[in-house]
């Protein structure tokens, strides 16, 4: 009987799962494509790969395993994803090795320089701490030293730990918050200046620096109570209260991507629809945080970023943050980051020509307050004071009026912005009424401004840098002297501008200033471009000089007019500004700004492959660009011709969008039409080459082919490569993705590969976009929310060819 029973326990054990066992032993790994992993004895833990989002990228990490959310609380390097068939060793020299399917070392735990010692077996407790031991069962490295963002019951922190929070829930890289217990005895939390780990001024602080009695651990404990270590024993709660004891619930304590520092609890027999529930957060208010006595009130920059305003909600204490109007956030996937304004900001020079009341009003703000840095105080002023002062004061951005009636004036940027329904403040920003650059007096008339505010009534909308068809009249008058022909011709062949911005040049000024047409940067199917300097009042402006290729027999000179104030009257950030333009017998010439670091294409396909970030800023900005042209300016433009020469980069690397009007100019009344192809080989639609209107979808398109360059820093035909399935590029990143080879399409590209999340995004957004049918691509606007991730991207299908009826 008893051999019975030891053959029947013999045969059960071979029957348990061998994720089920504690101990491994080193030989063991674990693979992303094998679907297991090391539990603890009590199953409540697992150590493994843990799928992001549906994609083919894997974090290596610990989680509950019998709650329904499967509640991750340590992650090996968030900053580099493990690819699909990517797997985990278990070594004897350097413990947990993690590897890519092409062999890329990702990260080891030999990396925290604490590994000393032969392993011999690792262990996942019951804690949920991953323990790697040697033969004598000697501690060699642990999950619990080298935490992520989270601490568990029983897990205590020494002096110089740190939790670094996620850059957002299902973004695990680091991101801007920091606990740290210094080595001082207390306990802080604080941002940091990424990408480096330089903290700023903590804004919350608990413990005390007296050196004879301060903290020397931070210590969780197994009933969920947190708290600080003294040298004599005395404990210091972190927050008042604690959870109910009890062996019912788990326990963590988070420190959350909004920097929030949060115990929560969870229910451990769950039916399916509990979820964690907060004990207690840590600052009771982040955005009204107290700087501390001893830090630097300036170097403080709060919760949010520049520019930007913080604001709590009262039921669970998280904040949000948002941009004033007329501001929006420098990195459109960074929420909590710094705003820019959306307005050229002037400056004193231009301050001196141009009223300040002309140039700028006030946007209020109600119950708000930018802390600190502020240059002048002026007490006992009124509201109306304290707005004009600020409007005539060319230093500055910002006014903020209290209760107190003193008024505080602040350059930018602002920081440490707030909101509070007990404030009372008010603050007011100046901005401007336009989005034009003034580069030199204008000269208005009554009775057109007049007109224009009764057209811009009637249009219901304020586009930025579109004036209206009467200043046009006003330009064509100047240039066919109809009327004040000798003084004001005279006046703006100094080089003066008109409200539009735009110049009447002849030929000959531009003969000179091109000296004889001379140096060529560059031709394409609409004109040759000459590299100019054009004396602008006392300054030289460096241009570029487009002659356009048979313009002259094609249209009237009215309707060419007519497209130049057009083009003229768009003024966005991200298109190249035209200066003016000639109109002389046949000679058709348009006038452009210089900008100092070429065309897109010469910035991706040369020796070096540029920053990937970089590459991010320039696809938003193409974007916007597209965005404005399609939807925002009083006049629909269809580009017609979307590639990297046609994007040109400002000295900061900024896009801008270059030859937007040609195929207007050259296309009278077709922008929905059946007409020849325009465009470049790889970027046309196919709709060019079928019986269908044209639209802005074409554009949609070529964008689609472009963004691909972007990631790839590669050609969208490249037949010399010698592999024929790389040879078409929308083909082959639609194979990458579908096969889940997004790393073969970056050719593993660090920095790329670090932010493999946004790559997938990217290519998704961009097989949206070169669908064959054009009802199937994305409108601008929605491929801009779905590149600032405000949407969804959807799993794209193939960009088959389509039929018509």
């Not at 004889?516 to 300097?533: N, P, S, T």
């Amino acid at each position: 009987m008893a051999f019975s029973l030891a053959h029947t326990l013999f045969f059960l054990l071979l029957l348990l799962p061998t994720s089920a066992v504690a101990q491994i032993t080193v030989g063991r790994s674990l693979s992303t494509t094998d679907n297991s992993s090391w539990l603890s004895p009590s199953g409540e833990f697992a150590f493994g790969f843990r799928q992001l989002n549906g994609s083919d990228f894997f974090l290596l990490s610990i989680w509950y395993d019998q709650i329904p959310d499967r509640t991750i609380v340590w992650y090996a390097n968030g900053e580099k994803l493990a690819p699909r068939g990517s797997k985990v060793d278990l070594t004897a020299d350097r413990g947990l090795v993690l590897t890519s399917s092409q062999g890329e070392e990702l990260w080891t735990s030999s990396d925290d320089q604490s590994l000393t010692g032969v392993v011999a077996s690792g262990v996942m407790n019951n804690t949920g701490n991953f323990v790697l031991e040697d033969s004598n069962f000697k501690k060699l490295w642990e999950s619990f030293q080298y935490p992520s963002d989270t601490m568990l019951p029983t897990q205590i922190m020494e002096r110089g730990g740190v939790l670094s929070s996620r850059q957002s829930e299902t973004n695990f890289s680091k991101g801007r918050f920091q606990l740290r217990f210094r080595q001082e005895g207390n306990l802080v939390l604080n941002t940091i200046n990424l990408p480096t780990d330089d903290p700023n001024e903590p804004y919350y602080t608990a413990g005390d620096l007296n050196t004879s009695n301060s903290g020397k651990q931070l210590v969780f404990n197994a009933s969920g109570y947190f708290y600080i270590l003294r040298e004599n024993e005395e404990r210091i709660a972190i927050a008042q209260g604690s959870p109910s004891t009890g062996n019912n619930l788990y326990f963590r304590v988070t420190l959350n991507f909004d920097g929030i520092f949060t115990l929560y609890s969870h229910p451990k027999t769950s039916a399916g629809n509990e979820s964690w529930t907060p004990i207690w957060t840590v600052p009771d208010n982040i955005c009204l945080a107290n700087v501390p006595p001893n830090a630097v009130a300036s170097s403080y920059t709060g919760v949010c970023g520049y520019n930007s305003v913080c604001k709590i909600n009262p039921q669970n204490k998280r904040p949000t943050c948002y941009c004033p109007k007329r501001y929006s956030l420098l990195d459109p996937n960074d929420p909590y980051g710094s705003c820019k304004p959306d307005f050229i900001q002037a400056g004193c020079k231009e301050d001196e020509i141009n009223s300040q009341q002309a140039l700028y009003y006030l946007e209020e703000l109600t119950n708000t307050n930018f802390a600190y840095s502020d240059y002048i105080r002026l007490p006992s002023f009124t509201e109306e004071n304290c707005k004009n002062s600020c409007l005539q004061d060319c230093m500055c951005a910002v006014a903020i009026f209290s209760t107190a009636n003193t008024c505080w004036k602040k350059k930018l940027p602002l920081s440490n912005g707030r909101f509070s329904e007990d404030d009372g403040g008010k603050v007011f920003i100046k901005v401007r009424k336009d989005n034009s650059t003034l580069l030199g007096p204008s000269f208005p008339n009554p009775v057109q401004k007049k007109k224009n505010q009764d057209r811009l009534i009637l249009a219901g909308s304020v586009l930025l840098g579109c004036s209206l068809f009467v200043i046009f009249i006003l330009i064509g008058a100047i240039c066919n002297g109809f009327f004040y022909k000798e003084k004001v011709s005279k006046i703006d062949r100094n080089g003066s501008v008109l409200e539009m911005n735009l110049r009447c040049l002849t030929y000959k000024e531009l003969l000179e200033a091109t000296d004889g047409f001379k140096e060529e940067l560059g031709r394409g199917a609409f004109g040759i471009v000459y590299k100019g300097a054009l004396k602008m009042g006392s300054n030289v402006l460096h241009v570029a000089v487009k002659k356009l290729i048979n313009s002259g027999a094609q249209e009237k000179e009215m309707e060419f007019k007519a497209e130049v104030e057009i083009i003229g009257k768009t003024h966005h950030k991200n298109l190249v500004r035209l200066i003016g333009f000639c109109d002389e017998g046949q000679q058709r010439l348009l006038v452009y700004e210089l900008l100092s670091h070429g065309t897109l294409a010469g910035f991706l396909f040369g020796d070096l492959k540029p920053n990937w970030k970089q590459r991010i800023q320039i696809a938003f900005g193409i974007a916007r660009g597209l965005l404005y042209l399609h939807e925002e300016c009083s006049t629909q433009i269809i580009h017609c011709d979307i590639k990297p020469r046609n994007i040109l980069l400002d000295e900061y690397y900024n896009a801008r969008i270059s030859d937007f009007g040609l195929a207007k100019l050259l296309m009278m009344d077709q922008s929905q039409t059946h007409t020849a192809i325009r465009g470049t080989k790889g970027y046309v639609a196919p709709e060019w080459f079928r019986n269908m209107p044209i639209t802005a979808k074409v554009d949609v398109y070529s964008f689609g082919v472009m963004l691909l360059e972007i990631i790839c820093c590669r050609r969208s035909v490249d037949m010399e490569s010698g592999e024929e399935e790389k040879a078409i590029l929308t083909d082959w990143a639609y194979d990458c993705f579908r096969e889940g080879t997004l790393d073969v399409l970056v050719e593993y590209e660090r920095e790329a590969m670090d932010d493999i999340e946004k790559v997938e995004r990217f290519v998704k957004i961009a097989i949206w976009c070169i669908q064959e049918g054009p009802s199937l691509r994305p409108t601008m606007r929605k491929v801009t929310h779905m590149l600032e991730g405000v949407v969804d991207v959807p799993i794209p299908p193939c960009p088959s060819p389509f039929t018509t009826t």
